[in-house]
């Protein structure tokens, strides 16, 4: 159903990072602490342009390590400032200390990210390893599929992380090079937009009302420190509906509505595909050709992998044939990938559940084609009319 | 050493729903609400009357036990001394004011 | 500067007793003073360390200015971001100017060794903060283990004394040093047994504009082996001893703020450290040649300092 849209908006070329950085102009962050790492580094180099030339009002803080630069969003933040950082990789691993820190603090730091696979061989293309390694921060985790998504997500993760019912750092990625560095036609909000739907910033204490002195950080001990992350728990379970609120009113005044998951040819179908970022544009065409072969193929994009929404995925899948789970990363846990094993345990209790299988793709910027994405779609077929399950666990466009 | 903090949130847990979010702490110098004054083996006895007002003990206290009213000293927070001696240590020689003796 | 009577009557205590440090901890009344010597605003962010730790166990604080605990590593870089918050929401009319003044601390394990990044880039960056480094020279909080901040020859439980190795082997590490190499408009080293050098420091530091930082010698008698009413007279004789002298560098200048050899007071270092359990090992046979080796340290760092302050002292 398109929604009408009364809000001119402009239609502009850009990368994924130069979309991210726009987000940002618009957002205009009292703090942006950053540090440069390949294929982020962008996305704060453009901002201090913006910085430099006056068009926004942030305090940047370039700061020598990733490290620093989310201690000092925390800082900021807990000075009741809106703060924001950008990175990839082996810097979001550096920020990994203070990750979980920021989340329970309740502190709504808002991050582009650039999926990139980590180190050990070090490499700067696109995988979700360093994402997924960071899952469990208690940062909500939005993926993009491409440019347009980014810019839009960046902004409606503002109005999530900030909300009352929240208050969790959010952290918004693309994929490494895919979309960080391709170009495509974007439509801008008008900045005056932007900023009226992101609204002003109220924090919910700052270190720097004198009046009032906090102590933020405290040391727990086993009385209290249980206590201290039930709140937080509890915040990751109500973000998931703020997270369909505001994607619902995103899409009512600007024409493109945004939920947990989105399902692509899904009312139907018998056998679908299950993945994470720009693979689901890959994906829909395999669909649509498939569905003019009169399969009954779908896709389902999780949009938001934190909160994992668990039921949100039972509900689609249960009453599915087939299912093949794509991981861009692996948990080296000697089975497969981190999507397949939630997706897996949200279906666990279902009374009706498909196969699923699970295929690790993509590793290190691998390309994923449209042939391998049929080939999983071929297998799909085959154990929805009955063929042995087979490997369950399989490493796609890998040489073995 | 008086206080308006409620003692309830520091003799009982409080549950989740009652702590105020991310942790923070709003009471402001509630560890005077532990009594750290049993710690000690010994203890400070301030004599009034050769106290000169001079603060040495004030700079050196670690546990903040100096109590001064009216610009001259008042006497000696025993609820939080944990008896280190630092207080007749520091205390000059000539005036020697603070003596230590066992804790009653 | 302000009188002893001053810092104790002029304003009510922003750090209080009740917080868990052991009895006769070193470093709890450089933050009692550094606070009494402010009479702005003031934000305090701590490393994780023996202070962080003593003082905030919830729901028990020992702040009344607020307080904000990180890491362990990162209170220059989360002071930063505290810093950073202030001036730019001052500017855009969100928040009223207030001279609020922006203190980090951290132990030494949080300051010479794993928040020496931090704390670099945030000098480097030129925030408006001041930095106070407690030393007690391990860490402490863990139980004693060496830090780049150990004196040499000093027991501890990573370098420990044994049989064929004397403690720690190597020098403690100049940090007051290395932070005048980044330039800063201000840095200096005391001690938390001077009231008045310690208060004139803090007083001097927050009346600039920039980075400031000052490295303060603080005893600790559980991992120095001290008694707790020694406290205070073992960072003095520290300074008297020359291990630590007085000093401070504004704008690249050293300035010597005490010179107990001038007034004919400079003792022998190992009157200082006998008083030390945890260099007991050098006063058994065979101690002589190591004790020998730490004077010459001694008196060598002495002479440089004194050196660079004279060289300085002309130039004016």
């Not at chain 1, 950082?85 to 603090?105: C, N, S």
Request: a neutral charge; one cysteine or more; charged letters at 20%.
């Amino acid at each position: 159903m398109p929604v009408k849209t009364e809000v001119k908006q402009l239609v502009a070329a850009k990368t994924g990072n130069e979309a991210m950085a726009e987000a940002m102009r618009q957002i205009d962050p009292d703090v942006v602490a950053a540090y440069p790492i390949t294929p982020a580094t962008e996305i704060a180099q453009i901002f201090s342009s913006f910085v430099a030339d006056g068009q926004v009002n942030t305090e940047m803080v370039t700061v020598e390590s990733e490290h620093s630069a989310l201690s000092a969003c925390v800082g900021s933040a807990a000075a009741g400032a809106r703060a924001m950082t950008a990175t990839a990789a082996q810097g979001l691993m550096l920020m990994a200390e203070i990750m979980p820190i920021a989340a329970a603090l309740r502190l709504p730091i808002v991050m582009p990210e650039v999926n990139r696979a980590i180190s050990g061989p070090i490499n700067i293309h696109c995988d979700h390893s360093d994402t997924m390694f960071c899952r469990d921060a208690g940062w909500i985790q939005i993926f993009s599929e491409n440019t347009q998504e980014a810019y839009d997500n960046v902004l409606q993760a503002v109005r999530i992380a900030e909300h009352a019912k929240v208050r969790l750092p959010a952290l918004v990625t693309t994929d490494g090079f895919i979309i960080s560095h391709a170009m495509e036609t974007i439509k801008i909000l008008p900045d005056d937009e932007a900023k009226a739907f992101i609204g002003a910033y109220k924090a919910n204490y700052s270190v720097l009302d004198a009046a009032h002195p906090i102590t933020v950080g405290s040391i727990d001990l086993q009385n209290y420190y249980f206590e201290h992350r039930l709140p937080m728990i509890n915040a990751l379970k109500e973000a998931k509906a703020v997270i369909k609120q505001v994607g619902r009113e995103f899409g009512e005044k600007y024409g493109r509505p945004y939920d947990l998951l989105e399902k692509y040819r899904m009312d139907d179908a018998e056998t679908a595909i299950v993945c994470l970022g720009s693979t689901a544009g890959t994906a829909k065409d395999v669909v649509d050709a498939l569905r003019d072969e009169g399969q009954k193929a779908g896709l389902l994009k999780i949009r938001v992998f934190r909160p994992f929404p668990v039921e949100d995925i039972a509900a689609v899948l249960a009453g599915l044939k087939a299912v093949a789970v794509l991981d861009r990363s692996d948990s080296l846990n000697g089975y497969g990938g981190p999507v397949f094993t939630e997706v897996c345990s949200a279906l666990f209790n279902s009374i009706q559940k498909p196969k699923i299988v699970n295929y690790i793709y993509g590793l290190g910027g691998r390309d994923i084609d449209l042939h391998m994405l049929k080939s999983v779609y071929d297998r799909l077929a085959s154990i929805k009319d009955g063929q042995d399950l087979g490997t369950i666990v399989d490493y796609l466009g890998a040489r073995k | 050493m008086t206080t308006m903090l409620d003692e309830k949130k520091y003799t009982a847990n409080l549950p989740a729903s009652e702590l105020p979010e991310g942790g923070v702490w709003t009471e402001a110098g509630s560890s005077l609400m532990r009594k750290t004054g049993d710690w000690k083996v010994e203890q400070p006895v301030w004599d009034k009357a050769k106290c000169i007002s001079c603060f040495t003990c004030w700079a050196y206290c670690p546990d903040s036990c100096m109590q001064i009213e009216n610009g001259r000293m008042a006497g000696i927070d025993l609820e939080h001394c944990k008896g280190c001696g630092i207080c007749a240590n520091v205390c000059p020689p000539k005036v020697s004011a603070i003596k230590m003796e066992k804790a009653r | 500067m302000a009188t002893l009577k001053e810092l104790a009557t002029t304003q009510a205590e922003k750090f209080v007793g009740g917080h868990t440090s052991c009895a006769g901890c070193g470093y709890p009344n450089i933050f009692r003073l550094t606070l009494a010597a402010i009479k702005d605003p003031v934000v305090v962010v701590g490393a994780t360390g023996c202070c962080e730790v003593n003082t905030s166990i919830f729901p028990y604080t020992s702040w009344k200015a607020p307080f904000l605990h990180n890491a362990f590593e990162n209170s220059a870089a989360t002071c930063s971001g505290v810093e950073a918050a202030y001036y730019s929401m001052v500017k855009s009319g969100k928040l009223a100017a207030n001279n609020t003044r922006f203190i980090a601390f951290g132990g030494d394990g949080g300051t010479y060794d794993i928040g020496l990044q931090s704390l670099s880039g945030a000098l480097e960056r030129g925030h408006d903060m001041l930095y106070i480094c407690y030393d007690n020279g391990a860490y402490m909080n863990t139980g004693i283990q060496r830090s780049g901040a150990t004196p040499r020859y000093a027991n501890t439980t990573t370098a420990p004394v044994g049989k064929v190795v004397p403690g720690k082997m190597q020098k403690k590490k100049d940090l007051a040093k290395i932070m005048v190499g980044h330039n800063v408009p201000y840095v200096a080293q005391t001690i938390a047994g001077n009231w008045k050098d310690l208060t004139n420091k803090v007083e001097k530091a927050t009346a600039i504009r920039g980075p400031k930082f000052i490295v303060v010698l603080a005893a600790c008698p559980l991992g120095w082996q001290t008694k707790t009413q020694d406290t205070v007279r073992l960072t003095q004789l520290a300074v008297e001893s020359c291990f630590w002298p007085l000093y401070e560098v504004e704008n690249g200048k050293y300035k010597l703020n005490d010179n107990p050899e001038a007034k004919g007071k400079k003792i022998p270092v190992a009157d200082w450290l006998k008083m030390q359990g945890r260099f007991k090992h050098l006063f058994k046979p065979g101690g002589e040649k190591l004790l020998a080796e730490i004077q010459a340290e001694v008196d060598k760092d002495w002479n440089d300092l004194k050196a660079l302050c004279e060289f300085h002292s002309k130039q004016e």
